[in-house]
Nanobody, 121 residues
Framework: QVQLVESGGGLVQPGGSLRLSCAASGSIFSISTMGWYRQAPGKLRELVAVISSGGSTNYADSVKGRFTISRYNAKNTVYLQMMSLKPEDTAVYYC???????????????WGQGTQVTVSS
């Protein structure tokens, strides 16, 4: 099993910044893609940003130019630097990892418990 623990959420004013972190632990042989998703009240969970093991990234149009995803493979950690935050960025942010526990095991998707980000004055 793989556990993902997020941190760094909180309350911030519009235009402010936050940095989310997510550390993976447990039975990890390798991690392929890691990413961040978010879910606002009454809405479906949506992709925010993903990053491959090689560092290739993909962002939702709504966050391009404002958010930056990065990862530190040696510590199985992924980060989301969020800048110029807007009220519409308010949501629970979930970390995601596509990982396998052994060389001959299939990749599976794992989720963190989520961290609340609130953008409000």
């Amino acid at each position: 099993q793989v556990q993902l623990v997020e941190s760094g959420g909180g309350l911030v004013q519009p235009g402010g910044s936050l940095r989310l972190s997510c550390a993976a632990s447990g039975s990890i042989f390798s991690i392929s893609t890691m990413g961040w998703y978010r879910q606002a009240p009454g809405k479906l969970r949506e992709l925010v940003a993903v990053i491959s093991s090689g560092g290739s990234t993909n962002y939702a149009d709504s966050v391009k130019g404002r958010f930056t995803i990065s990862r530190y493979n040696a510590k199985n950690t992924v980060y989301l630097q969020m800048m110029s935050l807007k009220p519409e960025d308010t949501a629970v942010y979930y970390c995601n990892a596509f990982s396998r526990v052994g060389m001959h095991d299939p990749y599976q998707t794992y989720w963190g418990q989520g961290t609340q980000v609130t953008v409000s004055s």
